[in-house]
């Protein structure tokens, strides 16, 4: 581009918008940057005002969107914000500790469109806990949902990274 007169009259919408839906969550990480916890809030946007969000995030051409918190599905409108955003054609990602996910949940993250992240601090149950400060480890590592082994289900793969410390 050469000039002024070459940029775009609208600015090419964002890959990704992040939805920091709540404060909530069970644990209370050591590396939380937000101070979520178990007396986490789930702040003063309302139902409509965030699937206004989403709408308005569609339609200016955004096509991804994760879902944070705290612990999202810990927020009262979590699945219905979800299935909004599948159904208006956006890409989900839930980023869940996974502690404890209802049934509801579980199938929602079964649907096309989305993928579930989630965060792993050890193999080593203290370890993992420290961080947490909670006793997560038995249940992030192993949660057990209606679906697990069905026929029919879509699969679970679970991506791991080591970082520069292990």
Do not use: K
């Not at 579930?116 to 400060?133: G, I, K």
């Amino acid at each position: 581009m050469n000039s002024i007169d070459e940029l775009p009259s609208r600015p090419r919408p964002p890959r990704l918008l992040w939805l920091d839906l709540t404060r909530r969550c069970q644990l209370a990480c050591i590396h939380c940057y937000n101070e979520s916890g178990p007396q986490g809030g789930h702040g003063t946007m309302s139902r409509e005002g965030w699937l206004r969000v989403l709408d308005q995030a569609a339609d200016y051409g955004v096509r991804n969107v994760q879902f944070i918190g705290g612990e999202p599905t810990m927020h009262p409108h979590f699945a219905e914000l979800v299935d909004h955003a599948l159904n208006i054609g956006l890409h989900v990602e839930v980023y869940s500790n996974l502690v404890h996910v209802s049934r509801r949940c579980w199938e929602l993250f079964q649907r096309q469109g989305l993928t579930l992240a989630t965060s792993y601090y050890s193999d080593r149950a203290t370890e993992h806990d420290t961080v947490t400060r909670r006793p997560s480890h038995r249940r992030t590592v192993a949660p057990s949902h209606p679906g697990q082994h069905q026929p029919g289900r879509r699969p679970w793969h679970l991506r791991t990274r080591r970082n520069r410390h292990d």
